[in-house]
């Protein structure tokens, strides 16, 4: 299997505040208690089947406070997106935070609630003290892509295949490639310590 995709948030925006606001009929809160049984389903509705009592219980358990974040139909009073932010170091970063958890519920996607919630939870990292974030992601999520690349991720390229699989996907998404600065593994300056 091949590696995911990876993406990054730029050094140079640690400081930038991002703004966002959830389209007409939805807003954004935070999780709380209660909304267990109706996260699980959500992330199965967009697809990660594989989501039981355990990855639900590792997310809560390790997620930043604050650190899940959902757009909520406001007539149904039904979480319908989510992200989450965690301390996750990996193999590329051995301190590093990971936003992570990307969904939408099918029956309400077209309406840039993805990238409201990642936005909300990128904020939320930066809050926190982050200094070193990144996501992973899949070729084919072209649409959640599109998203992270327009709230300000860029790609990294973390192994010498990545450069031609990105230039793939911005085919794909018909985006330029140059106008998105991608980031090489081996050019990262170290993180800033956090605050």
Known sequence: MADQLQMIWPE?????????????????????AGDEDAYLSLMRSAGFDTWNQD????????????????????ASSTIVATAMGWYRPSALFDTAYEMGWVAADPAHRGKGLGRVVVAAITQALLEHGARRIYLLTDDWRLPAIKGYLKVGYVPLY????????????FLKLDLKMEEYAGVDYDMLPPPHPAR
């Open 55 to 74: 990855t639900l219980g590792a997310v809560l358990k390790n997620a930043i406070p604050g650190g899940i974040m959902f757009a909520e139909h406001m």
């Open 12 to 32: 140079a925006r640690v400081a930038h505040r991002l703004e966002w606001q959830a389209s007409d009929g939805y807003s954004l809160r935070t999780f709380r």
């Open 158 to 169: 973390h192994k010498p295949e990545m450069r031609t699989r990105w230039q793939e996907t």
